[in-house]
């Protein structure tokens, strides 16, 4: 894919979304680290209704590891691998507490050595909390940047690292957020809706998908609304 075929797409992606933000509820760096640790493998939906009861309650290292695991599973025993997830959380609070002052750290080294953060949820922390222009690949992303031929890779990492060289600097801060909703909303994993899409003419998929009989709609913006899961 060319460079000016690239920049069309994102100009598209943030014309029907110039300011896309993510789904999961938070108010400060840590409810967000806490967050997206839940989001794994599960929805912001279930992760927002158990933080909407955790954090009134709980929402600084201190008081979180002061619950301990036990107290914690309490709030998040609805969502998958909570056992796993209370473990971590626990563990990076003190973490938190004991080396960086209970602060959550504005360096990927340093996030990514907190237990139950990798380097994706690193990635979703500097760019949603501290605005870098970093991009988090889930499998929506790993599935669009593929498929569309904005930045093909057989790793996440690959398509990590293709997506910031050739993503224009104007779009990038943005970029993970236009790509995860466009992979959920648009360019589903089993039948991506392409009679739907905005950047259809753009798109490098040889196999795109006709129109379901009887539909006579315009091209869908990237999701029902302007957010996105981080």
Known sequence: MNPATRAAIFARLKN???KPVTELKYRTPYELLVSVVLSAQATDTSVNKAT???FPVANTPAAIAALGQTGLKRYIKTIGLYNTKAKNIIAASRLLLEKHHGEVP????????LP????????VILNVAFGEATIAVDTHIFRVANRT??????????VEDKLLKFTPDQYKKDAHHW??????YVCKARIPECWRCLIRDLCEYPHKTPAPPGWAGAAASPSPGASSRA
């Open 149 to 158: 031929g904005l930045a093909r890779g057989k790793t996440v990492r690959e």
């Open 16 to 18: 029907a979304n110039p």
């Open 52 to 54: 909407a009861k955790l």
């Open 116 to 123: 139950g953060v990798g380097r994706k949820t690193a990635n």
């Open 179 to 184: 790509l995860i909703l466009h992979g959920r």
């Open 106 to 113: 504005h360096e990927r080294t340093a996030l990514e050595a």
